[in-house]
């Protein structure tokens, strides 16, 4: 492979901007093209990043030579089809989340990867942050002591958005619990593996869509508290509790800069800031694995998406959480 790593990005929305801007601070990768629906959308994109290549259809990116992975942003109703287009034209991906909307989905869209034997990674950045890195080592090395109990919430004000955009819009699979829910969800799985049982409650907003959804999961020894929501502003620091200690993520904990830990009543702050706003562990992580030939990610695997999406399921049948393209 070459010295630099060359990404396509599908979709140039809010999220792939953020990603481009941390993408220009990876010395070993570079944006080469951008696809839209809208050619002057594309343009536009590529000129701001300095990509060469610009592209009216995602079909003629997933075409070209002119890239080695795919970073696919576009809405959550949609990444399903353009991942498995792009696997079936032999491209890498970097999928955002959730990798689909339900766990049918992703069951195909594993088995596609594996059929082109291509790369695929469900873009879930929170993964790599250094500091969750970091707390779930102290716990797997056991400096917590056995975990009891997990809190972890989500959530922001968002009633006054347009209602035909992706949150609130039921045909754009919107919602509090994809779109957001999904990080507390990861943190409950990453830390504590997947529940022996759910209770889960749910609030629903004129247009259908689910928009505060409180969960409570239930493991042999502890229990995880989890909140997402798109009624108000949430306080948005995760704890961890064990027999020995505990550990805090620090604020917005999905992206956060620091942790502290908790002995003895006695609590010390680290300081341990992403690079950028955080997209580039996760960019490190599928530049490793692409140049070590790897087809996934050994620390956030196929499988792992699998489990999360199998509990976010679980929470969707257990409140009702249903879209109209699946009636």
Known sequence: MADKIRWGIVGPGHIAHSFAKDLQLVEDGELTAVASRSLDRANEFADEYGAEHRFGSYQELFESDVVDVLYIA?????HYDLTIEALNCGKAVLCEKPMGIDADQVKMMIASAKKN????MEALWSRFNPSIVKVKKLIDEGKLGDIANLNANFGFYALDRDENGRLLNPDLAGGSLLDIGIYPIFLAYLILGKPDNIEAVSLFHTTGVEIQTSMIFEYPDAHASLVSGLRSKIQMRAEISGSKGSAFLHE????????????????EDFDLP???KGYTHEIDEVHDCLRKGK???????????LDLVNILDEVRNITGTTFPFEE
Do not use: A, C, I
Request: charged letters at 25%; zero cysteines.
């Open 74 to 78: 576009t809405p959550h109703t949609s």
């Open 117 to 120: 034997k291509v790369f695929l």
């Open 252 to 267: 917005r904990w999905h992206e956060t800069d620091g942790y502290s830990l908790e002995f003895d009543d006695v609590m």
């Open 274 to 276: 992403t690079k950028g």
């Open 295 to 305: 087809l996934q990610s050994e620390k956030w695997s196929l499988q792992n998406s």
